[in-house]
């Protein structure tokens, strides 16, 4: 399953393979399919909005896949700390970060690939890298040096944690006073990623529907308000020549309070 993004918890890291890496690597750095733009930069550009006219300072992307968004946020912000629990997602930015170019092949079909390198000078971003960095970590027991950030950016993470609620009960001690928490998610909640028990919605209860939104406001208003009105994205994800994946995801932002 390659919808949403990464598994950043603890357990098997499905995101390892050849396959999912280079999808991964093209969602992030290579080209728009079907004129929709890059999710991962359009995210950041959002989020920089978002803040205009509050502190800039430091910001977390959590769940940063090979860091697209991590280096976008750096154009604006003094550091930003991309985390994400896929060993090989951490190497590739690591190594992008360092050298300024990351290389990886797309599927055309079957066993065809084609071999592509993208450098961050193409994208505008070589004079940001150095302040950027990113660690290996489970998004559900983050280090304890991991705090103060004036933005955390959660991308297409929460329904593929195994507690999301557990998650979110306890963000707010990563964020600087003011800070805002920004979340992204197509709410594709499956058992084999979150139990049902867990999820925060796409489930009845008492004969009526319960979405991930409403759910999200409740978890949330002791702590945060949402500061705007829910955005819709899309993003897609391409698989060979002719499959892609074309898929819809809820920006909501929140703001401590």
Known sequence: MTENGKIIHGGTDSYETDALFSQYCEFHYGNDYFGVPNFPARCARLCIEYLQGRRKERAL???????????????????VTGVDFSARFIGAALSLRDTGRIGYSVTVEGELANRVERSLAEMGLEPFRSRVEFHR??????PAELGGFDLIFAGNLIDRLPRPRLFLSSIHERLAAGGLLVLTSPYTWLPEFTPRQEWLGGYTLNGRGIESLECLK??????????????????????????YQHSVSQMTVWEQV
Do not use: W, Y
């Open 61 to 79: 992307d959590l769940g940063c896949a090979v860091g697209r968004t991590t280096f976008e946020l750096a154009r604006d912000f003094s550091r």
């Open 137 to 142: 970590a489970d998004a559900m027991a983050l």
């Open 218 to 243: 409740e978890l949330l208003a002791h702590r945060f308000r949402l500061s705007t009105e829910p955005v819709d994205l899309p993003f897609v994800i391409r698989e060979t020549a002719r499959k």
